[in-house]
């Protein structure tokens, strides 16, 4: 009966659509369109211009074939992060659609690669990635669907990549995270745009800003 109800209770929360903070780094400087993208050092996304001080933490996961991935896999690489979980009846089918699109449009472009964590792993484990991977037409070589340790995919998802806003209301590190956040990670591992992976438009404006991030010295 409890596992009734904490199902039931997931489906809730989780069906419904946050309402994320866009930031609209096309505006940023002088009301004109930029031509260089800023770096997001905290939580809040503040915008910081030449100032390139947060960088995504050491990690270790296991991707749908049972590979390690690290932060050595996408060394070199402008790469797209994002948070979904297989079972999820929200939001998480428009991530993965958004994403699948992302995959289409960089796909003879070795430069770019996705990489999408559980936050469910006591559910999706190598095997269920698998599976979904193939539904999904995911191509391994462009995009990772990563699952380990909770504590490690959550503290990741919190420290590294700012993903939960709940987070610094609640600092209940067993709160579930679910975020439309689709981030983006240039060559150095440093943040470089957020943006909401259900709107279309944002989607748009992500492509423009891996535009202008593959034009950049580093």
């Known amino acids: 009966m409890q596992q009734i109800v904490l199902i039931l209770s997931l489906f809730l929360v989780l069906s419904s659509c946050k309402n994320e903070k866009k930031i609209n780094t096309d505006s940023l400087k002088n009301g004109k369109q930029i031509s260089a993208l800023p770096y997001f050092n905290t939580a809040d996304f503040t915008p ?20 390690t991935i690290t932060n050595a896999t996408y060394k070199g690489h402008i790469y797209v992060a994002n948070f979904f979980f297989t079972i999820c009846p929200g939001i998480c089918p ?20 996705l990489l999408s ?18 539904i ?12 380990g340790d909770k504590t490690e995919l959550y503290t990741i998802a919190r420290d590294g990549y700012f993903a939960d806003d709940d987070f610094t209301k609640t600092t209940d ?15 150095s591992g440093y943040i470089r745009g957020v943006y909401n992976g259900t ?12 535009d202008i991030l593959k034009n950049e010295d580093f």
């Open 48 to 67: 910081q211009w030449n100032t390139p001080i947060h960088k995504i933490p050491s990690f270790s996961f296991l991707d749908q074939n049972g590979d």
């Open 94 to 113: 428009k991530l993965t659609e958004n994403m699948s699109s992302l995959q289409e449009v960089y796909q003879n472009d070795d430069a770019i690669i």
């Open 117 to 134: 964590h559980t936050v469910m792993p006591w559910v999706d484990t190598v095997e269920e990635l698998k599976k979904y991977s193939r």
């Open 136 to 147: 999904k037409n995911v191509d391994a070589k462009k995009w990772h669907l990563v699952t």
């Open 173 to 187: 590190v067993d709160d579930f995270i679910h975020t439309e956040n689709f981030i983006l990670v240039d060559k």
């Open 199 to 210: 709107i279309a438009l944002d989607i748009k404006r992500l492509i423009r800003h891996i």
